[in-house]
């Protein structure tokens, strides 16, 4: 039995399912639709889609979606400003509380927001994505937005599942992913998922069902939410051996490659270790703008409170909903 990971094709292959659902250049008149936040910030290598640009959609989608949830916070709050502080706003028994204590207030007050706004679940049907049958009774802005803010909480569940090596989280969400692939006709993501739940649940041994679910992360710096999907690494591995491929030119051989890649593991690790001794730094490969608060802050002011409240159905928003169709 062989097992083969690809925790990072199957995230981005969702991150293009999002992209399908609420790309629409249609809708960039609008405000608060995917390509208008992406026009005010003039990221115009996430126009592209994951397929093309995948980082720097999922850099937008993050800032996207924590621009969304402060508006919706601030709705739910009855906020007009995110500098505005009202009288009595945290209690005085939770300022003179314990950590704990506050801890506790603010967990429950995003607990509130959260099941206000955030539709998906895992009992949930994919068609609250696309809402109910009755096209002129709803607010489909307020409905979009919505559908947008859960889809891509759900998306920046899993990388924070990936990012902190919590096999089981992860597993729980691909039951949710498993329904977005069937219904967007990504058949074969669908029926490698089922089966890897299947073998999970039933078929496989529990030690080997205990690998098959935390042993599918590496971490080549150490600490905590540095972790990558093992596929992503080999993806690195790949394109680290082609640098040396490449330079044979006229010589390169089968034999040349298989010994190449034979050496290439330990030549990594000695070469990491004197760029150490020599404290050379050489770039993360995180793509994140360092202008991220700053861009979410500009969207939030953007979107404005009227975000979820008193909206009138948009054309655009309207064709947008109704171009998802469920299996």
């Known amino acids: 039995m062989h097992f083969k990971f690809e925790d990072w094709h199957a995230i981005r292959n969702l991150f293009e399912i999002h992209h399908k659902i609420f790309f629409k250049d249609a809708s960039a008149k609008d405000r608060g639709t995917l390509v208008a936040n992406m026009n005010m910030l003039k990221c115009s290598n996430a126009k592209q889609g994951p397929t093309k640009a995948y980082n720097a959609y999922k850099d937008f989608v993050s800032k996207d979606t924590t621009a969304l949830f402060l508006a919706a916070a601030m709705e739910h709050l009855g906020l007009t400003d995110m500098e505005e502080i009202p009288d009595d706003f945290i209690p005085l028994r939770v300022l003179a509380g314990t950590m704990e204590d506050q801890r506790k207030f603010l967990s429950d007050m995003v607990a509130d927001i959260v099941d206000r706004f955030i539709k998906l679940d895992h009992d949930a049907s994919i068609s609250q994505v696309r809402g109910p049958s009755t096209p002129l009774q709803r607010d489909h802005k307020t409905e979009h937005t919505e559908a947008r803010l859960s889809f891509s909480f759900f998306l920046l569940n899993m990388l924070d599942a990936v990012k902190e090596g919590d096999g089981e989280r992860l597993m729980r969400l691909y039951l949710l992913g498993l329904k ?148």
């Not at 608060?293 to 928003?317: A, C, H, W």
């Open 180 to 327: 977005f692939y069937k219904a967007f006709g990504h058949t074969q993501y669908a029926c490698s998922t089922f089966l890897m739940t299947l073998q999970l649940k039933a078929t496989l041994a529990p030690c080997l069902a205990h690998s098959l679910t935390w042993n599918r992360f590496w971490n080549g710096r150490g600490g905590q939410g540095n972790n990558m999907p093992l596929d992503l690494h080999l993806e690195h591995q790949n394109n680290f051996l082609k640098s040396f491929l490449k330079g044979l030119g006229p010589n390169l051989s089968e034999q040349a490659a298989a010994r190449i890649s034979q050496s290439i593991g330990p030549l990594r690790v000695m070469m990491d270790q004197t760029d150490k001794e020599l404290k050379l730094t050489k770039p993360s490969g995180i793509h994140k703008a360092k202008q991220d608060t700053e861009d979410i802050l500009t969207l939030v002011r953007f979107l404005g409170k009227q975000l979820y409240s008193d909206l009138k159905p948009e054309e655009s928003l309207v064709h947008s909903l109704n171009s998802v169709e469920i299996c």
